[in-house]
T-cell receptor
């Protein structure tokens, strides 16, 4: 069975500092991996996705993530945090042979300190 | 272009009642998926519909049902509501069925509170 683990329900960084949100997955077959962002009282917006092309994936708003098969990880990073990045971030996985079901992590709330 | 729309935005029901939630996908999108997001957790997959047929079902009881109409809009129905059904219900649409090539676009959700 597939699963997603996001380490840290809350992550706090200073404005301008590096953002690192961790995601580890388990999957018996090569996965597709996603990062979504959810702003307060809004739906989920896709940041980036890995679908077996380049292992370093660039997304919107300056975020990127690297797929590391040996570590079963897909951590999200951004070099310099901005106040507008404050939101909840979700990592999700699906299998290439699945029926389109996304399996989600519990989310990490990113707090930006001025 | 209009994004995914959901109605109502908020809903308060009592235990035992039933509820119908509605979703309109982005124009041209043929696939609609429903998710339940309990406070403090990630979304849980409930259903996927493609071309008006159920293509996937998550681990939810039979009290949950859905359908997709010829215009690709969708309804989620929940019968005999329980307190534990209180959650944000999210609808997502995409062009096709496969998550490997598609992006799912999410609506703002319907906040259901069961008292």
């Amino acid at each position: 069975a597939q699963s997603v683990t996001q380490l840290g329900s809350h992550v706090s960084v200073s404005e301008g500092a590096l953002v690192l949100l961790r995601c580890n997955y388990s999957s018996s077959v090569p996965p597709y991996l996603f990062w979504y962002v959810q702003y307060p009282n809004q739906g989920l917006q896709l940041l980036l996705k890995y679908t077996s092309a380049a292992t370093l994936v660039k997304g919107i708003n300056g975020f990127e993530a690297e797929f590391k098969k040996s570590e079963t990880s897909f951590h999200l990073t951004k070099p310099s945090a901005h106040m507008s990045d404050a939101a909840e971030y979700f990592c999700a996985v699906t299998r290439r042979d699945s029926n389109y079901q996304l399996i989600w992590g519990a989310g990490t709330k990113l707090i930006i300190k001025p | 272009d209009a994004g995914v729309t959901q109605s109502p935005t908020h809903l308060i029901k009592t235990r035992g009642q039933h509820v119908t939630l509605r979703c309109s996908p982005i124009s041209g999108h043929k696939s609609v998926s429903w998710y339940q997001q309990v406070l403090g957790q990630g979304p849980q997959f409930i259903f996927q519909y493609y071309e008006k047929e159920e293509r996937g079902r998550g681990n939810f009881p039979d009290r949950f049902s859905a359908r997709q109409f010829p215009n690709y809009s969708s309804e989620l129905n929940v019968n005999a509501l329980l307190l534990g059904d209180s959650a944000l219900y999210l609808c997502a649409s995409s062009l096709f069925r496969s998550s490997s090539t598609d992006t799912q676009y999410f609506g703002p959700g319907t906040r259901l509170t069961v008292l």
